[in-house]
């Protein structure tokens, strides 16, 4: 019965590697978020889908592609991993429209170090 | 690009005491929002405040907006060790989410 899930929560890898990152939502949500949170708590926006359609796209390294098979889904590929891609991804899902709060629900994060 | 700006990014607080933590952002938004987060923890969603002069409360903790001046205010009564936790305010225009500094609450026996 959980809201909005990660997969994995911990990701340790070499520099250099390409890995990736899932997030499902359960609430019939139609927009789904990437962040990044550094070591300082910082909160950045990477990405943005909203019905499978990339609505933000924030300055990121195009090592970092995002995939949304459909719209409970959004995926995060990294390719060639560097040290300072170490941080916590969080996904993050809400309903778009006009009324109501439109509240973002987080996932519980992912915590990549890269050696 | 929307600025908001959160105040004080860290706050040590002894128990009992009343305290405020100040959110300005830069530019006209939908929504405020306040959220809490744990130490490894995700980012639990406290308040939303819809329009001008919105105040919401829960238990020790209380949210107001301010429009015209920018500003939103989470003020905390009387606390107890279980609020310390990193606080954030964000504002969204459109689909996009700006998210505060963050203010770094410890509250001390």
């Known amino acids: 019965d959980t809201a909005v899930s990660q997969t994995p929560k911990y990701l340790v890898t070499q520099m250099g590697n390409d890995k990736s990152i899932k997030c499902e939502q359960n609430l019939g949500h139609d927009t789904m978020y990437w962040y990044k949170q550094d070591s300082k708590k910082f909160l950045k926006i990477m990405f943005s889908y909203n019905n499978k359609e990339l609505i933000i796209n924030e300055t990121v390294p195009n090592r970092f592609s995002p995939k949304s098979p459909d719209k409970a889904h959004l995926n995060l590929h990294i390719n060639s991993l560097e040290l300072g891609d170490s941080a916590v991804y969080f996904c993050?899902?809400?309903?778009?429209?006009?009324?109501?709060?439109?509240?973002?629900?987080f996932g519980p994060g992912t915590r990549l170090t890269v050696l | 690009e929307l600025k908001v700006e959160q105040n004080p990014l860290f706050l040590s607080m002894q128990e009992g005491k009343n305290y405020t933590i100040y959110c300005n952002y830069s530019t006209t938004s939908d929504r405020l929002y306040w959220y809490r987060q744990d130490p490894g923890k995700s980012l639990e969603s406290l308040f939303v405040l819809l329009s001008n002069g919105a105040v919401k409360q829960e238990g020790r903790l209380m949210a107001s907006l301010d429009t015209k001046a920018r500003l939103s205010t989470l003020h905390i009564t009387a606390a107890v060790h279980d609020l310390s936790a990193t606080y954030f305010c964000?504002?969204?225009?459109?689909?996009?989410?700006?998210f505060g500094t963050g203010t770094s609450l410890t509250v001390i026996p």
């Open positions: 993050a899902s809400r309903l778009q429209g006009l009324a109501g709060n439109n509240e973002q629900f």
């Open positions: 964000a504002v969204r225009t459109g689909n996009q989410f700006y």
